[in-house]
């Protein structure tokens, strides 16, 4: 099972890639968790320097953008 973290501040952006995180897991047919961490205290404890971001089992794969859902496959 995958642990899948979305890192962001609520912005437009990071509800983008939440959807296409939780979109791509599920066209690939993974079993997941998924978890909004909305806490700027934890998002700076991560190394985290630029949101929207998505970690995989504790690895940052994604800081700063919004992946399309292909690519995030890849990710996943």
Known sequence: MKTIKVYGMNC????????????AAVELGIKYTI?????????????????PAVSVDGVVKVS?????????????
């Open 12 to 23: 437009p952006k990071c509800a983008q890639l939440y959807e296409h995180i939780e979109r």
């Open 35 to 51: 978890e909004k961490i909305t806490d700027i205290d934890k998002i700076i404890e991560t190394g985290i320097a630029l949101t």
């Open 64 to 76: 700063g953008k919004v992946p399309s859902v292909e690519a995030l496959k890849k990710i996943l």
